[in-house]
């Protein structure tokens, strides 16, 4: 049964940084496309980033693009979301997402496109 558990929210002030953590099992991710999504209250579960599976390249959603780092440790099955300069907007449940697939070089932005999904991790960021 594979599983995605996130970790690492918490309440932080306006231009803080925060790491959060996915974690895998079930299966090995190594070879797929893991990305992030949040959702805010009253809005759509939007797509912040993913991490492809050839060497770790990464794309990002334009609000996140130079504040948001992913990186991923295959050895430990786990793909990391470091979030720099966090404003009030970036306040959500963020949520972690893997592909079944393997060995893609297509970009995924939507969240149709992940089959298996975290629980989520508040992220507050108070102004």
């Known amino acids: 049964q594979v599983q995605l558990v996130e970790s690492g929210g918490g309440l932080v002030q306006a231009g803080d940084s925060l790491r959060l953590s996915c974690v895998a099992s079930g299966r090995s991710f190594s070879s797929s496309t893991m990305g992030w999504f949040r959702q805010a209250p009253g809005k759509e579960r939007e797509f912040v980033g993913a991490t492809r599976w050839s060497g770790g390249s990464t794309y990002y959603a334009n609000s996140a693009k130079g504040r948001f780092t992913i990186t991923r440790d295959n050895a430990k099955n786990t793909v990391y979301l470091r979030m720099d300069s966090l404003k009030p907007e970036d306040t959500a449940v963020y949520y972690c997402?893997?592909?079944?697939?393997?060995?893609?070089?297509?970009?995924?932005?939507?969240?149709?496109?992940?089959?298996?999904w975290g629980q989520g991790t508040q992220v507050n960021v108070s102004s």
């Open positions: 997402a893997a592909r079944r697939d393997t060995y893609s070089g297509n970009y995924y932005y939507t969240r149709n496109e992940y089959h298996y």
